[in-house]
């Protein structure tokens, strides 16, 4: 899965249609945003979940849709947009905001493209027991894996997580086969270079995110079309 980071976000204004509409058509397979939940309700798609002019900026939770700029999207917005048809990652900003998220996937008949995205594996595991078919990943860094990679994906099994998300350079290919062995999906973030893109191709993992949708493309379909010399050999 090739993840537009916030979107086509190294050629338009991060989690706006614009961006996740452009990431499409530059050739991203899938989407990926940040979820706050406003005072009414709304899933909304934004980054830092604060709104207004600097010294006067508020948090998304305390305001009503109808006060955020027009900018901001909901979640149904987006499937308005590009379709449900999409994979599309969600890194949970607001925990408040993971039921209506789910909910609004399920009504969309596209919670099976939904990937939920946290730090707090202990979240993780209460979310996997309260909604059985939602897709989880653990985002996380290296640094963090106190007990090892091997523990820790040994643990991401048993709470039935289905995948981990490291930064592009944590990764290595003994790394990989690790999580695939406990049968943890491997994803990998922050992936801007042409060189990075390629190297996690490489390596197995099974997601990458970049703020450009036209480099990932063109890398996965240089993956893709390269002609295996061996078979021109026969």
Same mark, same amino acid.
């Given at each position: 899965?090739?993840?537009?980071?916030?979107?086509?976000?190294?050629?338009?204004?991060?989690?706006?249609?614009?961006?996740?509409?452009?990431?499409?058509?530059?050739?991203?397979?899938?989407?990926?945003?940040?979820?706050?939940?406003?005072?009414?309700?709304?899933?909304?798609?934004?980054?830092?979940?604060?709104?207004?002019?600097?010294?006067?900026?508020?948090?998304?939770?305390?305001?009503?849709?109808?006060?955020?700029?027009?900018?901001?999207?909901?979640?149904?917005?987006?499937?308005?947009?590009?379709?449900?048809?999409?994979?599309?990652?969600?890194?949970?900003?607001?925990?408040?905001?993971?039921?209506?998220?789910?909910?609004?996937?399920?009504?969309?008949?596209?919670?099976?493209?939904?990937?939920?995205?946290?730090?707090?594996? #202990?979240?993780?595991?209460?979310?996997?027991?309260?909604?059985?078919?939602?897709?989880?990943?653990?985002?996380?860094?290296?640094?963090?894996?106190?007990? #090892?990679?091997?523990?820790?994906?040994?643990?991401?099994?048993?709470?039935?997580?289905?995948?981990?998300?490291?930064?592009?350079?944590?990764?290595?290919?003994?790394?990989?086969?690790?999580?695939?062995?406990?049968?943890?999906?491997?994803?990998?973030?922050?992936?801007?270079?042409?060189?990075?893109?390629?190297?996690?191709?490489?390596? #197995?993992?099974?997601?990458?995110?970049?703020?450009?949708?036209?480099?990932?493309?063109?890398?996965?379909?240089?993956?893709?079309?390269?002609?295996?010399?061996?078979?021109?050999?026969?």
């Amino acid at each position: 899965m090739l993840f537009a980071h916030r979107g086509a976000s190294a050629h338009a204004p991060e989690n706006t249609i614009e961006a996740f509409k452009l990431a499409i058509r530059l050739g991203a397979t899938g989407l990926e945003t940040d979820v706050w939940l406003t005072r009414d309700g709304e899933v909304v798609l934004d980054h830092d979940g604060r709104h207004g002019r600097l010294g006067l900026r508020r948090r998304i939770s305390d305001l009503d849709r109808a006060r955020l700029r027009v900018q901001i999207p909901t979640l149904g917005e987006l499937y308005d947009a590009v379709g449900t048809n999409y994979p599309l990652s969600v890194d949970v900003k607001d925990d408040s905001a993971f039921e209506p998220l789910v909910q609004v996937a399920r009504t969309r008949e596209s919670l099976g493209r939904l990937w939920i995205c946290h730090p707090d594996q #202990g979240r993780l595991s209460e979310w996997r027991d309260r909604v059985p078919d939602v897709k989880l990943v653990h985002s996380t860094t290296r640094d963090r894996l106190r007990l #090892g990679p091997e523990r820790h994906a040994a643990e991401l099994a048993t709470a039935r997580i289905d995948a981990v998300n490291l930064r592009q350079d944590a990764w290595t290919g003994g790394l990989a086969t690790l999580y695939h062995r406990f049968g943890i999906l491997c994803f990998g973030w922050n992936a801007q270079h042409e060189r990075q893109i390629a190297n996690l191709i490489d390596l #197995g993992i099974d997601a990458v995110y970049s703020d450009y949708s036209d480099r990932m493309a063109a890398v996965a379909e240089m993956f893709v079309t390269e002609p295996d010399p061996d078979v021109d050999r026969l």
